[in-house]
């Protein structure tokens, strides 16, 4: 069992929790996830750390309410438990001195983002993110994204905070000006697919997290199977990070509407 210490509602759709995880705080990398339960037979959900405290002991992970398992999470609150948290798995992001990285999150991506953008800084690079999201308030995380980044770009669809426009308007004009080594990108299945087209034209070496598509964690599901280089890959196992060039993300997005009305049925049932 781990004590919820804190919750914050982002949005209607979007919670940020901190659970108490000593052992995972200490040794999370960023990249990795973590697979929460709730309830003896909640189902298993793989959700990336956003973040951890050492001395305090914690980590914190940003949820979004999806389906059944993740409503249940989203519901609990501070001083709650859930039944059991396992991690940290995945292997962790390659992060190294490159030079300028471009770093590029829409949605809940920008959460497994965050950690990622803190390691790139740390390791001594010139850090310039781009964040998307729909409008002003599903924007997340941007001032911890300001205190490890050298640069911030907001794209909001609705012209309503930052830049009007799309996620790869923003990283376009970046990539114009400046010289870029590496580009990360985390979001939306379409979101990633077109950031890597247009990091391909520019020769752009670009890694995509694709742990949003996660359903066990295990490798036993199936479910997060992509192809990658032509080769058949397990995003759990083998990733969550892939080189973007090479993922086959039209195959990837008509796999995940493959469950949507199965998860349909879940939530009307839910809400019954
Ligand atoms: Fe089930 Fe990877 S999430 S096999």
């Not at 829409?106 to 310039?128: D, H, R, S, T």
Request: proline share 4%.
């Amino acid at each position: 069992m781990n004590k919820i210490v804190e919750k914050e509602n982002f949005s209607e759709k979007v919670v940020k929790i901190v659970v108490e995880a000593p052992l995972i705080a200490k040794a999370r990398k960023p990249g990795n996830f973590v697979i929460v339960r709730v309830g003896e037979k909640g189902e298993r959900i793989p959700l990336t750390i956003a973040g951890a405290d050492v001395k305090k002991g914690t980590i914190t992970m940003i949820v979004q309410k999806m389906g059944v398992s993740s409503q249940k999470l989203c519901a609990l609150e501070a001083g709650d438990y859930v039944t059991d948290l396992v991690g940290p798995l995945g292997k962790p992001t390659e992060i190294h001195n490159v030079g300028t990285v471009l770093c590029c999150g829409g949605g809940v991506g920008v959460a497994p983002l965050l950690p990622i953008v803190e390691g790139y800084k740390k390791a001594g690079n010139k850090v310039i993110t781009v964040l998307a999201a729909r409008n002003k308030d599903l924007l997340i995380l941007e001032d911890e994204m300001r205190k490890h980044s050298d640069e911030v770009i907001i794209m909001t669809d609705d012209g309503s905070y930052g830049k009007k426009g799309l996620i790869t308007e923003g990283m376009e004009e970046v990539i114009q000006r400046e010289n870029i080594d590496e580009c990360i990108t985390i979001g939306p299945a379409i979101m990633m697919k077109f950031c890597s087209l247009l990091t391909k034209k520019y020769e752009i070496p670009t890694m995509a997290s694709l742990n949003s598509i996660m359903v066990d964690g295990t490798g036993m599901c199936g479910a997060c199977r992509v192809t990658v280089d032509g080769k058949t890959k397990f995003t759990c196992v083998d990733g969550p990070e892939f080189d973007a060039h090479k993922i086959d993300f039209d195959e990837m997005m008509s796999r995940l509407g493959g469950y949507k009305s199965e998860e349909q049925d879940k939530m009307d049932h839910f809400h019954e």
